[in-house]
Every structure is written in C-alpha cells, then in structure tokens.
C-alpha cells in the first residue's frame, strides 16, 4: 500500500511522530497509523524496551516493509534505560514478533539518533508553529533525554498521547507498575513534569481491549498478507490467563493510542495529577493520580479509562483491510 497524500487529505493531516519499541501490539499499532490518512506521519523513532534496540529497530523497519511503506524515516534510538538496568518485556518473543519470521528487511535506519532527530524536528515544528502529536507506545528514554536536551522542544508538542501507567490494575511487569513506566521511571518523571499535555492510556484501558480469539478470526478473516500477519501475531500474544483477564486474549495496548486520536468518541477519560515513583524499590514505576484535587495541585494529564472495544476493533479491522491482498 502506497500513501498518497494529496490536496486536502495533506493538508487536514495531524503530524504525528511515533516513539517504539515493537513489540506485537507496537506492530499492530504501527500498522494502523500506516493505514490511516488522517495522520502525516513525519517519523518513527525506536527505543529499547519490549526487547533489546536491535531487535526494535529490525521489527520497525520490517513492520514498514510490510505495509510497504518505505517513505517513513525511521530513527535508532537508546539502547538502555537512563539509569535503570534493562528490564524486557516477556510477551512478544525472543525476537519481539512472537514465532513470526519477516523478510529481513532492506530498508535501513536514518543516521541520525532519534534524541537528535526529535529536538531537531521538534525545534522545527515549534518554529513553523506547527506542533506535532506525541504517540508513545514504549519506555519515555528517547522523549525525556530530548527534553534533557533543549527544553523548549515543548513548543513543538501539541501533546504526548502514550501508552503507560496503571491505576486500579496496579501493574503489568511488576505488581506494582505497568512495563512502560517500569522500565525507565526516571524518564517517566521527566516527561510527566515537563508542562507538556498529556492523555495517557493506562492498563485499565487497555485491559479492556482483548484481542480475543474471535476478534482474532474476524482480522484473519479480511485474508491480505498484513492481516495474516496480524492474526498470527496476536495468536501469539494470548496470555491464555482467563483469572487475569477474564478470559482468552491478549491486551491490545499500543494501537488504543491511534485509536484515541483517529476516534476519541469511542474513549472516556478523566483529568488527574499524575506522579511516577522513581525511588521506592518496591513501587519503582508506580504512577499515583489525584482524580479529586485533594492535593491542590493542577492536573497534568487526561487519564482514558473507558474504551468502546468492539467500536475499536470495528476500526482497525476496516484500517487494516485497506491492505493490498497478495
Ligand atoms: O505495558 C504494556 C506496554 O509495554 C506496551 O507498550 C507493550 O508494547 C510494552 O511496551
Ligand atoms: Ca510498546
């Protein structure tokens, strides 16, 4: 499939730049954007998290061939986190695309560092006063040390929409913090205290979008090579944990971010003050929300806690039937 952006389409479309680290739902969310014209899709940068930054990267540019979309500029990014020693997601296989063998890829990654790559484009989207939408779908590492960088990048955000945090479901990766915020708190801190708007998608919403395997066979259904794909990669992904989730599937994390922005109607949210615990080691990567003002202090994120998932899945099915069949 080719992007065509043309006349109106070009000009309506929000400029996104998409922070990852594939990771299935990331792939899956990836394939969304690349498949919705709603988005002008100025970047992709990678970091560590999911699995180590050469897998990411490889899974990213692999990902982008599949969609053939070539045109994406795709950025390496860090390879740890700021302080912390890696911690790896356990959920998306060995090579971080569950058993699913794709082309190695021929395209290769930009030069440039994805820190480099988002102050410069940031400062450029500042400048033109055209901001840009934030979609982070793994650890802060890359958007915090752009932050470190040249605070003023803020300009140039319109928002940070990320996947991160837990509140009633505690956690993910520990008992106490969802995997995105664990693996780099300091950078979750960072970001979190920065003044930048925020909308936030924890666990207990996207604990309410399971890739069942009925929703599975509706996307095998669709029959191009990219819903192949898809459905074999979620397969992988079911936690087959039905005390956990209730029943059969896997939490389709990463995608909801896209989904908020191509359709907020399907999302209920609430306004918080939202801090990261970066010093307990028992609550390392805890995220603590002030839903009531109790605390004085001014909300700093709009945190989704509601999410229509049949309208959701409804949406990315007919997303990722755009694919071209084989
Ligand atoms: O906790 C879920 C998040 O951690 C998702 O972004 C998943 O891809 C992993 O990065
Ligand atoms: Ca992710």
């Not at 979190?192 to 066979?217: S, Y």
Request: glycine share 8%; charged share 20%.
């Amino acid at each position: 499939m080719t992007s065509t952006h043309c006349g109106k389409e070009a000009e309506l479309a929000r400029p996104i730049i998409i922070d990852t680290d594939p990771g299935i739902d990331d792939a899956v969310a990836l394939l969304l954007a690349f498949a919705s014209p709603e988005f002008d899709i100025k970047g992709v940068t990678v970091v560590s998290g999911n699995v180590a930054l050469e897998h990411t990267v490889r899974n990213t540019l692999q990902v982008c061939e599949l969609a053939d979309r070539r045109d994406v500029p795709v950025y390496p990014g860090c390879t740890r986190p700021m302080l912390r020693d890696p911690v790896y997601g356990l959920f998306s296989g060995q090579g971080g695309l569950g058993k699913t063998e794709l082309p190695p890829p021929t395209m290769t990654v930009r030069e440039t560092h994805a820190v480099d790559y988002l102050v410069a484009a940031l400062t450029d989207a500042a400048r033109a006063g055209e901001p840009v939408t934030l979609c982070t779908l793994g650890p802060l590492t890359n958007v915090a040390l752009a932050l470190a960088h040249t605070p003023r990048i803020r300009d140039g955000i319109e928002s940070i929409v990320m996947m991160a945090g837990a509140f009633r479901e505690l956690g993910n990766r520990s008992i106490s913090a969802e995997f995105n915020i664990l693996v780099d708190p300091h950078a979750a801190h960072i970001v979190f205290e920065a003044g930048i708007p925020i909308v936030m998608l924890p666990l207990d919403v996207t604990h309410q979008a399971m890739a069942t395997p009925a929703r599975i066979d509706a996307i095998r259904a669709v029959g191009n090579p990219v819903t192949d794909v898809v459905a074999d990669i979620l397969t992988f992904w079911d936690r087959k944990d039905s005390k956990r989730f209730g029943g059969r599937g896997g939490p389709l994390h990463d995608p909801l971010v896209l989904d908020y922005l191509l359709a907020p109607e399907h999302y209920g949210s609430d306004e918080a003050r939202v801090w990261v615990e970066h010093s307990s080691e028992l609550l390392m990567g805890h995220t603590v929300a002030d839903f009531w003002g109790k605390t004085g202090e001014k909300p700093n994120a709009k945190v989704v806690l509601k999410v229509d998932a049949d309208a959701f899945f409804e949406l990315l099915g007919r997303r990722l039937a755009k694919y071209a069949r084989g």
